[in-house]
């Protein structure tokens, strides 16, 4: 919890077990197989270049820029313990992130075909960040039922990697068609990378220092309620503020520009062949000249996606144990940002037994997730999920939105209850 907001703290002392503290996996994406498939009223499927797929229902479900995220968490090393007044933590963790971002305009071309003269691909992007992050937190109580707590973090960036086409143009005229492209990228790694005079990338690992370093900080606060509510808990977080500075190799193409004089003469029985060998020479024209040519080393910063969390939990009066609650979450991220509204059933039948299960409306679509917490004296092991692939076809795609995680640690607790 104190991951989501430095405020809250643990009933006892803990320490992880090494790597197995707390990992995430997830995968998140705004389209799945529904968008590609399609059921008939036979019961079979059509796909969605099928003429029994109307273009603009396919246009309608499609979101103006497909995108697909992956995130792998690993906690290294987890300390939590009471002292100085409050609640404190250590923490060692390894995050790494990507995503892709693809264009609707690349999925109407090919529903749609040649319906007009320009066609514009720009904004197709890839991005990977991978870090390491060893924090420091502090939460305590400054008035009856009102916590505070703050996580320092010092940042050493492993890895990035950013490419964008920004311009990728496509004209479809009858004289004429042509075919621009331009793309730039941006690399580094977390020793410095020197460039040779032919303008090569060299990494020489002997002897090099850390050179992407950063801060972040995370902010928190809960207020228990019960002198006005009884049973009503309050919080609200912001995470990840901070960013990493890196050496940056950057790289560009040259402005690429591809001419054809259109198809000539035409055979009316042939014009879908036609076209398909006049799109496949330009492709392989365009590969051909695609090669990036290091610019510049430059410094930069960039930022972590700060996320904001505001929730609200309710214990219910004839069953304390028994609480329902809600969670609001936003990242603030160019490429992987997201926002998510999720509902709670909570259960704790026993001190060392808790339960939950929620579902939540999000950026990609509705889901149900889950969770168990297993703690008693000598252990403490927890498992859960936010997104899960409740809908696969026979050969075990997933239909909707292709979005899932999983969440568990393994901990060891000291210490009295709290």
Known sequence: NSQLNPAMDAE??????????????????????SNFLYPQENGKLATFMSSKVPAKQFLDDFPSTARIGTNVDLTIFALGFRAFGGYNTLNITMENQASVGIPE????????????????FAGTNTNVMSYLAYSI??????????????????????????????????ETGKERWMLEAHAQARLATFVDMTL???????????????TARGFAIDLGTTYDMENIVSGLKLSASITDLGAIKWNMIKANTSNIRIEYDGLGDIDPEN????????????LEDLEEQVT??????????????????????????FYRNLSLGVLYGQRFDKYSGWYDVRGFLNLSPLKWLEAS????HSTFGTSMGWMFNFH???????????????????????VNEINSNITLGINIPFGKRR
């Not at 610019?295 to 910063?301: G, M, S, W």
Request: no cysteine; net charge negative.
């Open 137 to 170: 937190g502090h939460s305590r109580e400054v008035i009856d039922g009102l916590r505070v707590g703050v996580n320092l973090k010092y940042l050493v960036g492993l890895a990035y990697a950013d490419l964008l086409v920004d311009n990728l143009t496509l």
């Open 196 to 210: 040779t005079e032919e303008g090569e990338i060299n990494i020489n690992l002997d002897g090099q220092k850390v």
């Open 357 to 360: 299960a929620n579902v939540s």
């Open 376 to 398: 008693p004296k000598v252990l403490s092991f927890f498992i859960g999920s936010d997104y899960m692939i409740t809908k696969v076809n026979p050969q075990y795609i997933p």
């Open 105 to 120: 305009e690349f999925f109407k071309l090919a529903k749609t075909g040649f319906k007009t003269d320009a066609y514009s």
């Open 292 to 317: 990036f040519t290091v610019e510049d080393r430059i410094e930069e910063k960039t930022s972590l996606g700060a996320t904001m969390y505001l929730g609200a939990e309710y214990e219910l009066p």
């Open 271 to 282: 014009v879908d062949d036609m076209v398909e060998e006049e799109m496949n020479g330009m």
């Open 12 to 33: 006892r002392n803990f320490i992880s077990i090494p790597v197995l503290g707390n990992t995430t996996f997830g995968l998140n994406s705004n389209i799945g197989l």
